[in-house]
């Protein structure tokens, strides 16, 4: 580089250096890399100073009295923008190490100097030791598994190593503890953290023992059925089967129906009109059989719908001359027996309306297969009056011929 070049830049003011230096290979703080000997001149003091350790990284203070301008390098990376002028702050990652310029002006002939600076995380403290707690329970079942867990203080070094001994053998380092050796047992256990504290020994106890032999199952199941006496039409039977407590369980459910083959299975059905009976039994999973239980029932044929029936009056219209007229109504209900019953209707003169004036009900046979009734009806107007009569099936109860009645 020219020297008169370079003396009229470094008389510039520091942001016009910045600003007009290129970026090729040079030893000023506006360059990308380090110095490479640019200045022979006396060397320039410069100091770091350690503000402050964060969490990550370490701040330091810079200053250079006689210097121009300070630039910082990571290696020969420049770190951010050069510092003009004789002071200023840097943040360095832990671990990093960087290289601090300080170039006094303007000529080449002036001096230079430089210094690093290593961020290191600041030093923990530890005095207290780890606290390591066990699973273990009282009492194991053919085999133990104890799992050792160990935590330091807060803001501590860190656990480093956890230690057992089971039943005085040798040292072990681990967490987990295994033993299918019957008896009792005793752990001795502890933890070291980095800083090399010491936790006190603690103690577990536990016993393992022998895995129990299963009790031969000797019960047969127990099963029952929802039959009921009677069944109208057709028959649907469910049966249940339970093993005793403790027991290895029902594996299948046998019945057999009014004697033809067995039959594996919970649902019996028939719809055959008659009398049956009924065995069913089961048997566990190993191998107990229960005494076959038997159980009787009857289905019925379904009541045959009533065949269709006729209902007469013997005078369905009637001329009233006179007012309060008293007339016997009769007729018949074919075929029929004592006790069918029937409704009543009346149109009353000069209405269209029919109203039910009452149920009626036979009394007595006719000697052709049908019932006779009769009614008293009371006519209080003159006119005609219109009867009329239909079969009431299933008959009603008595309050229920008072609820629908209907009159004017």
């Known amino acids: 580089m020219n020297k008169k070049l370079l003396a009229a830049v470094l008389a510039l003011s520091a942001a016009a250096l910045i600003a007009t230096m290129a970026t090729t290979a040079s030893a000023t703080p506006t360059k990308t890399s380090r110095c490479t000997g640019c200045h022979s001149g006396p060397n320039v003091a410069v100091a770091a100073t350690l503000v402050s350790n964060g ?3 370490a701040t330091y203070n810079l200053s250079a009295p006689t ?3 300070i630039a910082v390098f990571d290696g020969t990376t420049k770190v951010g923008s050069s510092i003009i002028g004789t002071s200023g702050q840097i943040v360095v990652p832990f671990g990093k190490t960087y290289t601090v310029y300080a170039i006094q002006g303007p000529t080449e002939t002036d001096g230079i100097g430089s210094t690093t600076v290593t961020a290191v995380a600041p030093v923990v403290t530890d005095a207290v030791a780890p606290v390591t707690t066990s699973n273990a329970v009282a009492t194991y079942v053919g085999s133990a598994a104890v799992t050792l867990t160990a935590v330091d203080n807060a803001g501590g070094s860190g656990v480093a190593h956890t230690y057992y001994i089971l039943d005085g053998a040798a040292q072990v380092t681990g967490t987990s503890i295994t033993t299918s050796v019957l008896g009792s047992h005793t752990i001795e256990f502890w933890s070291v953290d980095v800083a090399g504290n ?16 299963p009790v031969p199952d000797t019960t047969a199941p127990v099963t029952s059925s929802n039959v009921k006496a009677t069944y109208v039409g057709s028959a649907a039977i469910t049966l249940t089967a339970v093993d005793n407590a403790g027991g290895s369980g029902v594996a299948h459910t046998y019945y057999i129906l009014d004697g033809a083959p067995q039959v594996e299975g919970l649902t019996v059905s028939t719809d055959v009109i008659g009398s049956h009976t009924l065995s069913f039994w089961s048997v566990d999973v190993a191998g107990n059989i229960e005494v076959a239980v038997s159980a009787s029932f009857e289905v019925t044929a379904a009541p045959v719908p009533p065949t269709t029936r006729s209902c007469t009056i013997d005078s369905s219209r009637i001329v009233m001359h006179d007012g309060h007229r008293v007339m016997r109504l009769t007729g018949t209900i074919t075929p029929g ?5 029937a409704y009543l209707y009346v149109q009353k003169p000069g209405s269209h309306r029919w109203v039910r004036v009452a149920m009626v009900t036979t ?3 006719n000697g052709t297969g049908g019932a006779t009734w009769s009614y008293t009806y009371t006519m209080s107007m003159r006119g005609i009056y219109h009867f009329r009569v239909r079969f009431a099936a299933p008959a009603p109860v008595e309050t229920d011929m008072h609820s629908q009645m209907e009159r004017d």
């Open 363 to 365: 009394t007595a046979l």
């Open 337 to 341: 027996v004592v006790g069918d019953h």
């Open 198 to 213: 010491v936790e006190n020994h603690k103690f577990a106890s536990f016993t393992v023992t022998a895995v129990p032999i």
């Open 55 to 57: 969490a990550t990284s």
């Open 67 to 69: 210097a121009t301008a």
